[in-house]
């Protein structure tokens, strides 16, 4: 079956320290998103790829970064810049409006990450 | 740039009663989809709804269908038969129709809870 992978399900991260969050999908999308959750924020954008090689800033960028090396993966890196990164961090795939009938988003399943 | 508001931070509704959550949004644009999506505590993100702006008819999955007033740049979700399975997070989201810059704008969610 098809599907989005995060990995890992819980990630803690010392003071100081690069972690990087994984995200695979196997659903041939184009476009693939990161996205932060904080309780009573909603879901906030991170960056965006759309091809592979390119990607954007979302609305939150700062102190994170991000790779588009092939189709299938885009990891996002959180690094020592981001202030407060204790967050619930969510990875979606989708292919473009009009591509086809399904063009929500497919997401994965989440990576809670606590800064200790 | 597109916002998607939900007022009520909150509802609760009976079991087996009828429940409608709320989504105001506001866009230049007048083709786009909208969705909504739901958070149960697994915290897994299922698309639970969408409508397309340009059909008139408003979009129904089972127990759960919408109102969509274009004009009124309206989008509530009506939960009928409301089972305990529905207590979650809803989000209403916004996704523009052209696809080189479309990504979902998210509402910051609306917590239902289902009193048995």
């Known amino acids: 079956d098809g599907g989005i992978t995060q990995s890992p399900k819980y990630l803690f991260r010392k003071e100081g320290q690069n972690v990087t969050l994984s995200c695979e999908q196997n659903?041939?999308?184009?476009?693939m998103y990161w996205y932060r959750q904080d309780p009573g924020q909603g879901l906030r954008l991170i960056y965006y790829?759309?091809?592979?090689?390119?990607?954007q800033k979302g609305d939150i960028a700062e102190g994170y970064s991000v790779s588009r090396e092939k189709k299938e993966s885009f990891p996002l890196t959180v690094t020592s810049a981001q202030k407060n990164p204790t967050a619930f961090y969510l990875c979606?795939?989708?292919?473009?409006?009009?591509?086809?009938?399904?063009?929500?988003?497919?997401f994965g399943s989440g990576t809670r990450l606590t800064v200790v | 740039a597109q916002t998607v508001t939900q007022s009520q931070p909150e509802m609760s509704v009976q079991e087996a009663e009828t429940v409608t959550l709320s989504c105001t949004y506001d866009?230049?644009?007048?083709?786009?989809?909208l969705f909504w999506y739901k958070q149960p505590p697994s915290r897994q993100m299922i698309l639970v709804i969408r409508?397309?702006?340009?059909?008139?008819q408003n979009a129904t999955e089972n127990r759960f269908s919408v109102n969509f007033q274009k004009a009124a740049k309206s989008f509530s979700l009506k939960i009928s038969d409301s089972q305990l399975g529905d207590a979650a997070m809803y989000f209403c989201?916004?996704?523009?129709?052209?696809?080189?810059?479309?990504?979902?704008?998210f509402g910051k969610g609306i917590t239902l809870s289902v009193r048995p």
């Open positions: 979606a795939s989708s292919i473009f409006p009009g591509q086809g009938a399904n063009y929500g988003y497919t």
């Open positions: 659903l041939n999308h184009d476009a």
């Open positions: 790829s759309q091809i592979v090689n390119d990607f």
């Open positions: 866009t230049s644009e007048s083709d786009y989809y």
């Open positions: 409508q397309e702006a340009y059909k008139q």
């Open positions: 989201a916004y996704r523009s129709f052209t696809g080189a810059n479309s990504k979902l704008t």
